[in-house]
């Protein structure tokens, strides 16, 4: 059957494979579009797999809402350069349409999630990674649902925070996300802060002021004091509200009635432990090596 450029052309749009690996798929299978498009994708699993062992560390936020929920995803590639690619955006996109739309916030399983053009997220990933030439993961999905208010904020691609409220309205909610994404809070008041942490935290402030050498009655209330200031850098409504530092959240949040009920928050690539390229031991190995 002979191959014309149309043929080409509709195959490269579909997968993202370069023109000549296009018109190579075709030829082995005789100009069948669908089964051209398979040995692609068959061809790109096998490359995926070569590059998924490589730390990828840099990408995108995005973040999606219908009614009274919302999702923030997380989607990793090797390169910052890659995570700005058009294609790499519309994917991070769409990965969040497809959680909102599935509710489906297990990684492995949104994998199999529609996301579009008779894809699956996890079909979409591959081609992707064909295309741009780097490992891309869906590292993790969250959703926040809320019976009152739902807020979002997004910070550049790179921070998401999700808030829900009980009372208050859309720009509080906002506010409080941006808040979110600003200063990183580990819970929203005291009584979720793990009992372990506040634990260590104050043994380790114990022996700090131990070192003072003053009376035991002044050293636990040295600590006491210490371990309240530790509270309130940690938790939501203790800390200054980054557009008022003069008012706490929590003072933000009663002045409103309204009270948060959850949050997450998201940046690229936390946790993640990075490669780091030591160029002059690098250079020091070769020219070992050639001597």
Do not use: W
Not at 68 to 97: G, L, P, R
Not at 247 to 258: D, N
Not at 259 to 276: C, D, H, L, Y
């Amino acid at each position: 059957m002979s191959i014309t450029a149309s043929m080409v052309k509709e195959l490269r749009e579909r997968t993202g494979v370069g023109m000549m690996e296009c018109k190579k798929a075709l030829v082995e299978t005789d100009g069948d579009l669908d089964s051209a498009a398979e040995l692609l994708r068959k061809s790109g699993q096998a490359k995926a797999d070569k590059k998924a062992g490589r730390v990828a560390a840099e990408g995108r936020v995005a973040v999606a809402a219908d009614g009274d929920k919302a999702v923030v995803v997380e989607v990793n590639s090797e390169t910052d350069f890659s995570a700005k690619h058009e294609d790499f955006i519309a994917f991070v996109e769409a990965v969040a349409k497809a959680a909102i739309t599935s509710g489906e916030t297990d990684v492995a399983k949104l994998a199999d999630a529609d996301i579009g053009g008779g894809k699956t997220v996890e079909t979409a990933r591959l081609e992707l990674v064909h295309t741009i030439g780097e490992n891309i993961s869906v590292r993790r999905v969250a959703m926040v649902e809320a019976s009152g208010v739902l807020g979002h904020y997004t910070h550049g691609a790179k921070i998401a925070a999700l808030v829900a409220l009980d009372g208050g309205d859309a720009d509080l909610a906002r506010d409080i996300a941006m808040h979110v994404a600003a200063t990183n809070p580990t819970c929203i008041d005291e009584s979720g802060v793990p009992a372990e942490t506040l634990e260590n935290e104050r043994r380790i402030l114990t022996e700090q002021a131990a070192d003072s050498g003053k009376p035991a009655e002044i050293i636990e209330k040295m600590v006491a004091g210490r371990v309240a200031k530790f509270l309130k850098e940690i938790t939501l409504v203790g800390q200054p509200f980054v557009k008022d530092p003069d008012v706490t959240v929590g003072k933000l949040l009663k002045s409103a009635s309204a009270s948060v009920t959850s949050f997450v928050r998201f940046e690229v690539g936390e946790g993640i432990e990075k490669k780091e390229d030591n160029f002059v031991e690098e250079v020091m190995a070769q020219v070992k090596g050639t001597s």
